[in-house]
Structures are given as structure tokens and as C-alpha cells.
């Protein structure tokens, strides 16, 4: 039999919960570890949709990367998903920035989905596992074929199906490139002291894109949802891989569209 806490420990041991930054409540949000685990559903978000096709399908715990209770809450609604997942028996387990700064961390699948050459150097350090001592932060840093700014757009746009697409041209040919999964701009400046004539993130401002103009950089704002949910497929093979329970990545997942 498998359980909730078999399949937390297996993901701890991959992308460890102690290493999640201080805003994160990645781990078990909803459930115990005592429930027996059959089905998992996999999604980036646990919305109402995706707490009912869970339902429908007959899973008993969802992965997700954005926790199913993300800020404090006071009040909980029948609907709310984490209640409405507990209704149902249904358990959340959330690895949001717990598997950004993994060793292996959404970052990093940036890179592989680009084709390009990880240099295993990551542009932001800003903890230290409690544990090892161990440095932990955000990002990856690629090396590329030589290519104009509006080349890499064009891939980043193809390879992670970018629903709409921003960037800036940092005004030189680009052969080394950081990657960050998410809202991850603020690795700009770390990106750029490591030789990186590009960026690629989401969840831009503008003042960030007018500050990489200026410092000459690329920056690319490929989408929060397509630069993350690329780890739901890494989640799903590690789960079954170890376990053997069938594991389902969300077809309602998701709600921003592009024309």
C-alpha cells in the first residue's frame, strides 16, 4: 500500500520541503499522511476544477506546485479548493519553491526543454539548507547557440507555448542565457555579473524591462503558467517511476489564454 507520507517522503528526498523560502507553504496542506494513495493527479494549481476532476477520476491526492493554501487564510468556504479537496478525502501536497531550488529544479528543466547546455551555476543564492549548509537560490545558467535576441524569443515562445510573449532586446548576439521558472526577474542582475546576455522568466514589470534595456540584457517574459507547468511530466515519471500508482497530469488545469 502507498501512502500520502511514503509519497512526501519520496518527494523530500528529491526537492527537500526545508529548503522552501520564507513566504512558501510547500509540503502537506490538506489530508493525512496516513491515507492510502491509488491515483495522483498532478497539476500546477489545486483549483475548483481541478479538486473535482480529481474527484471524477478517482485520485486520492493531488501534486501540485503552487500550494493548495498558499497565504493565511480566516474563513473557509465549502468551495474554497482546500476545503472542498478535504471533503472529498482527496490530499494536497504542494513543491513550489521547494523544487525551484532543488538540485534539479524547474530552472533547470527550462534549460533541457531549450536544448541547451546547463553550466550547473545557479544566478541567485539567497539561503543555505539548514541541514548541509549547502547554498540554495533560483535560476540556471545555459550556454546557447550564438543567436540574435529575436531568435530566442521565438524559441522560448515555441518550446514552452508561451500563450502570449513580451521581451526586450538587449542589443547583442546571446550565447549564454539564465533561466528562471515563475516570477523570477530579479535574477537579472545576478544573471548579467555571470556573463549571461539573456534572461528568460515571467511575470515582468516594466521597470524591470526598462532596467535590462539599460543594462544591456535580453529579457524575456515567457509566462508564469508555461514556465512551470513543464515540471508536472518530471513530478508524474518520479512518482510512478517509484511507486507504481498511476499518476495523471490535469487536463483543467490552467485559465490564461492567448489569442
Not at 114 to 123: A, C, K, Q, S, T
Amino acid at each position: 500500500m502507498t501512502t500520502v507520507g511514503q509519497i512526501y517522503d519520496f518527494i523530500d528526498g528529491f526537492a527537500p520541503f526545508r529548503n522552501q523560502d520564507g513566504f512558501d507553504n510547500s509540503g502537506l496542506s490538506v489530508g493525512s499522511r496516513s491515507w492510502e494513495v491509488k491515483k495522483v493527479l498532478l497539476a500546477l494549481d489545486a483549483t475548483v476544477r481541478v479538486v473535482e476532476e480529481a474527484k471524477k477520476l478517482g485520485c486520492e491526492l493531488i501534486v501540485t506546485h503552487h500550494p493548495a493554501i498558499f497565504h493565511p487564510t480566516k474563513q473557509l468556504d465549502p468551495q474554497y479548493p482546500a476545503a472542498l479537496a478535504l471533503s472529498y478525502g482527496i490530499a494536497c501536497i504542494g513543491c513550489h519553491t521547494s523544487l525551484d531550488s532543488a538540485p534539479y529544479g524547474v530552472s533547470d528543466m527550462m534549460v533541457d526543454l531549450l536544448g541547451f547546455e546547463n553550466l550547473g551555476v545557479v544566478p541567485e543564492i539567497n539561503r543555505r539548507d539548514p541541514e548541509t549548509g549547502a547554498p540554495v537560490g533560483y535560476g540556471a545558467m545555459a550556454r546557447c547557440p550564438k543567436m540574435s535576441p529575436k531568435e530566442l524569443a521565438k524559441l522560448s515562445k515555441e518550446r514552452f507555448k508561451s500563450a502570449a510573449l513580451r521581451w526586450v532586446d538587449g542589443g547583442q548576439d546571446i550565447e549564454t542565457v539564465a533561466c528562471g521558472s515563475g516570477a523570477c526577474s530579479e535574477i537579472t542582475e545576478y544573471a548579467k555579473a555571470l556573463g549571461a546576455q539573456a534572461v528568460i522568466t515571467a511575470d515582468v514589470k516594466l521597470d524591470r524591462f526598462l532596467e535590462a534595456e539599460h543594462l544591456g540584457i535580453t529579457l524575456i517574459d515567457a509566462g508564469h503558467y508555461e514556465t512551470e507547468v513543464i515540471a508536472l511530466p518530471y513530478l508524474r515519471d518520479k512518482i510512478a517511476g517509484e511507486f507504481g500508482v498511476e499518476c495523471i497530469i490535469s487536463h483543467t488545469d490552467g485559465i490564461v489564454k492567448g489569442i
